[in-house]
């Protein structure tokens, strides 16, 4: 099985930065599919940004131009730097990886963006 951790939330004043992390205890080579979603209270968990093997990465209208999505392979780790960002943000951010056989999902972490 492969465990996917997140961490980097927290609270930001609007126009602020954050680096989510997603840590994998596995190679995320396993995984064919990965990629962000986001879930605020009282909505629909949403996706943020995915990652398709041997594919660019497709980013949710809401936050295009704002966040970018990296990996890094060697350290089995994937990113997710958010900027300028705006109380609308505020949400539980998950990583999840996923493929024809497997779907798994981290924890989630907390980001607060205040006005």
């Known amino acids: 099985q492969v465990q996917l951790v997140e961490s980097g939330g927290g609270l930001v004043q609007a126009g602020g930065s954050l680096r989510l992390s997603c840590a994998a205890s596995?190679?995320?080579?396993?995984?064919?599919?990965m990629g962000w979603f986001r879930q605020a209270p009282g909505k629909q968990r949403e996706l943020v940004a995915i990652?398709?093997?041997?594919?660019?990465?497709n980013y949710a209208d809401s936050v295009k131009g704002r966040f970018t999505v990296s990996r890094d392979n060697a350290k089995n780790t994937m990113y997710l730097q958010m900027n300028s960002l705006k109380p609308e943000d505020t949400a539980v951010y998950y990583c999840r990886g996923w493929g024809a056989r497997t779907d798994y999902w981290g924890q989630g972490t907390q980001v607060t963006v205040s006005s």
């Open positions: 596995g190679s995320i080579f396993s995984f064919n599919f």
């Open positions: 990652l398709p093997e041997g594919a660019s990465t």
